[in-house]
């Protein structure tokens, strides 16, 4: 299909951005002398975690279960599901393990750790675990000098749970925008995780692998001592909270949401998009950050920035289009962008962003389109 | 299913509740002697509109063509698509009228006006279009007083299309938290979209419905004379930020977002939840209003509200619990949240929650549950 018969609102993956940031990451990785595990929670899209694959990508993370079936039914078998695990779903992740996935589990508390090893041990089944460590205080983890990472540890080791590695996460990176606080961050990232698995291994427990990553922090990594394999998701499509942060340009930004001018209200200077929140989604992430792109960045349909313009307010239907500069009276506004007229708008988020679509329109350079499936739900 | 066994995170609709809110909105409808025509796209669940139909609702709003479609498929035939048409989804509207879907339109200007007569004429087809009306200026539509509302209805009534009525939606009633100012705005909702008819009917042009409506000025509308039929969406399940507005109670919201506690950062007070933005969306509406409830108001697995405790940040697939008052040290935080605990969060906006999920689970007074299943895209 080609791009002016996408009906609209749609969500474009620009193909040879996409496949000129998988590059990007996937060198520097290489360079690093890391394994890279994508984060396919951004995307949840088997076309582009085959891309991933192809490029270089051992194994994937998942931020859900569902995420994990999906991808192991599609012919992934080597998966991190990322999120401390609540000890309920451990019957989900069994069902998994038995069907042949190598699906690695994560905790952080003593808790779901002596719940993993009972399981195990009631259902005569071997979890793999990584412990999840916390390197920047934003989330979840357990500190590399807490005690409690050693007790989560021997819960496990000691209970037939094997210890495969040590994760962290160092999701402050989204609120940095300079290339020396990201490699500091970076560095902060890598210390702490090494630390924690050295702390393991003191204690006599294995801890083969030591797993980090953000996508700003794998970017601005500039050495990975230690350190196995690194995560990143939101690389693979960038968005505009990426460029506040420092670490793409405008045109590496893959993903944009097709939208149709339907209205004006011309004493406003408004254009009336059929491109609400429900197509972009209610991320505001820009909305701290040093250039608040309202719910994102208006584009000509050939990709052409449309500088001093933003879609400055959603309802779940329309977005409204107006002048960047509130002092400016936009008064060809009906002229500029004419009723049926179609742009495309940047995300503030590309995880939120793709999570409003059943699937992407695939967008190749000659202008032509295939349609990607993406899922929902847990 | 029991309420116990669902998998987390899952978004719950308390039945009773959601029965309780058809019950109090099609009362005050009848008493104002108008017909209602609930908004669809709130929930996108047969399930729901079934019960809303068979309380008297008559006919149902549309924000997107698919939900036309998806609905029509369900036996729903008197369908007005609110949201003014770009003349690129004609055909989809087209179809659905051939299969015999009573099916209107919505147009707020001259071009798409004349593009919906040059296309009847073209395919030999009678449209019936409906003409938005702005009487509050928070969005699109044309002002009672201006030319374009004569112009638009000229150009329809002059080509073969039938006007089939005006409708307005005062959406700024969501930036009001007074009974007095909510009744005001329905005046002024009701009073503008009248009088356009009036214009319209002073032309020649007839003119037989006024349509009116928004979940606040709904409920707080006082008389509606030359009003023959009111929308609301939001209503059926109510939200956080509706209970801001003042036109529900907490006890009356009958969607939550069913999530399970899996970890701990005693230090800072924080309960780690499954539920993160993915399950409650990035909507974070009640950010503006008199009281913040960050990305939701935690509840017990019962419904017993836990004030004193908000949903205060949210990654994909991370929730973070605290107190809501930040001068109090919560050492309990673990005791009061153990891991493995369920809780319901209420959400800040229920258009957006529910749009996360593929099914809710909807909630009988025993603790049963039944699947109801909504659709995602356009």
């Known amino acids: 299909m080609k791009l002016e018969q996408i009906e609209t609102p749609a969500a474009l993956i620009d193909i040879a951005r996409m496949q000129k940031n998988i590059a990007r990451m996937q060198a520097h990785m290489n360079t690093l002398g890391v394994a890279f595990r994508p984060h396919v929670k951004t995307t949840k899209c088997i076309d582009v975690v085959r891309a991933q694959i192809a490029a270089g990508a051992r194994g994937i993370t998942v931020s859900t279960l569902k995420e994990a079936e999906a991808f192991f039914a599609a012919g992934v ?26 699906l690695k589990l994560v905790v952080d508390n003593p808790i779901a750790a002596s719940a993993i090893a009972a399981f195990g041990e009631q259902h005569g089944a071997t979890f793999e675990v990584w412990i999840e460590v916390d390197t920047d205080g934003h989330r979840s983890g357990i500190t590399p000098e807490q005690d409690t990472l050693l007790e989560v540890g021997r819960i496990l080791h000691e209970n037939g749970v094997k210890v495969g590695g040590v994760m962290t996460h160092a999701g402050s990176s989204y609120e940095l925008n300079t ?19 050295q702390r393991l291994r003191e204690a006599g427990i294995a801890c083969p692998a030591v797993s980090v990553g953000s996508t ?6 500039a050495q990975l001592d230690g350190v196995t394999e690194v995560r ?5 499509l960038f968005d505009l909270v990426m460029h506040n942060v420092g670490v793409c340009a405008l045109d590496d930004i893959a993903l944009s949401v097709l939208a149709t001018v339907i209205g004006h209200q011309a004493d406003k200077g408004w254009a009336i998009l059929d491109a609400g929140w429900m197509a972009m989604s209610r991320d505001r992430g820009t909305s ?63 995880c939120a962003t793709g999570a409003q679509f059943p699937e992407y329109h695939a967008v190749m350079p000659d202008g032509n389109s295939v349609e990607w499936r993406r899922f929902q739900g847990w």
């Open 77 to 102: 078998d080597d998966i991190l599901y990322a999120v401390s695990i609540a000890p309920s779903k451990l019957p989900r992740a069994l069902a998994l393990r038995r069907q042949g996935c190598d």
């Open 179 to 197: 290339q020396e606080a990201l490699v500091a961050l970076a560095e902060q990232e890598r210390a702490g995780c090494v630390r924690a698995a």
């Open 288 to 350: 701290k950050q040093a250039h608040d792109f309202g719910y994102g960045q208006p584009c000509l349909l050939n990709g052409t920035l449309l500088p001093g313009y933003v879609v400055s307010g959603a309802n779940q239907e329309h977005g409204i289009l107006s002048s960047t500069d509130a002092d400016t009276q936009v008064t060809d506004i009906e002229q500029r962008f004419p009723i049926g007229m179609k742009l495309r708008i940047l995300p503030n988020h590309a």
């Open 232 to 236: 990143a998701g939101v690389y693979v």
């Open 216 to 221: 700003p922090t794998a970017l601005a990594a």
